[in-house]
Nanobody, 123 residues
């Protein structure tokens, strides 16, 4: 069956870094764009970043551009999100999601979702 399993979340001080990982199985990973999104109680679901299936193109939300980097390893069926210069407002549950046949910023277009990993930025 399809699985997306996030890991790497935790508690970090402001200005610190974390690297999230998402392990995929049960679908054709190398044909899917991969997204990271986050959810907070106050702001709801926010799209964060996408990487195309071939890994050649990436996009970021304005709130994380310049601080976060998305990457993927199609041999290992994994996608990553390196988060630098973390701020308290980055505190959220982070999800990876897979999209076949496109790379839109519309969460309704994504076929598969992980269960999320908590990131807390606090001193």
């Amino acid at each position: 069956q399809v699985q997306l399993v996030e890991s790497g979340g935790g508690l970090v001080q402001p200005g610190g870094s974390l690297r999230l990982s998402c392990a995929a199985s049960g679908f054709t990973f190398s044909s899917s764009a991969m997204h990271w999104l986050r959810r907070t109680p106050g702001k709801g679901l926010e799209w964060v970043s996408v990487i195309t299936a071939d890994g050649l193109s990436t996009r970021y939300s304005n709130s994380v551009s310049g601080r976060f980097t998305i990457s993927r390893d199609n041999d290992k069926n994994m996608v990553f999100l390196k988060m630098n210069e973390l701020k308290p407002e980055d505190t959220a549950v982070y999800y990876c999601a897979a999209q076949d046949g496109g790379a839109t910023m519309n969460a309704a277009d994504y076929e598969y979702w992980g269960q999320g990993t908590q990131v807390t930025v606090s001193s």
